[in-house]
């Protein structure tokens, strides 16, 4: 059983940075894509970064640069640096993750569990 338990979000003015934490239990590092996906309001679901079980990273163009998608295996915890923030990147952010070696695509569609999310706002 996969789950997901995201910290971190809070509330931040413009250019400024915050960390949001993954705690991901059941989801192995040798086998599961994980990702952050956000949801702004009124917006669908974007995919913003993800990370292959084998370190592999990607980025949507809309945060490359800025933010920074990595994982402490030890702690089977996921990270997302976010600096530089932007009014928006105000979203709901959530942790996902899929059975996959690699991650095939940022899209929200491919991934299965799903964090119960944290909101981030920039001002």
């Known amino acids: 059983h996969v789950q997901l338990v995201e910290s971190g979000g809070g509330s931040v003015q413009a250019g400024g940075s915050l960390r949001l934490s993954c705690a991901a239990s059941g989801a192995t590092a040798s086998s599961y894509c994980l990702g952050w996906v956000r949801q702004a309001p009124g917006k669908e679901r974007e995919g913003v970064a993800a990370?292959?079980?084998?370190?592999?990273?990607s980025y949507a163009d809309s945060v490359k640069g800025r933010f920074t998608i990595s994982k402490d295996n030890a702690k089977n915890t996921l990270y997302l640096q976010m600096n530089s923030l932007k009014p928006e990147d105000t979203a709901m952010y959530y942790c996902?993750?899929?059975?996959?070696?690699?991650?095939?695509?940022?899209?929200?569609?491919?991934?299965?569990?799903w964090g119960q999310g944290t909101q981030v706002t920039v001002s």
């Open positions: 996902a993750a899929v059975r996959h070696f690699h991650c095939e695509s940022l899209s929200p569609g491919a991934f299965t569990y």
């Open positions: 990370f292959d079980a084998d370190g592999s990273t």
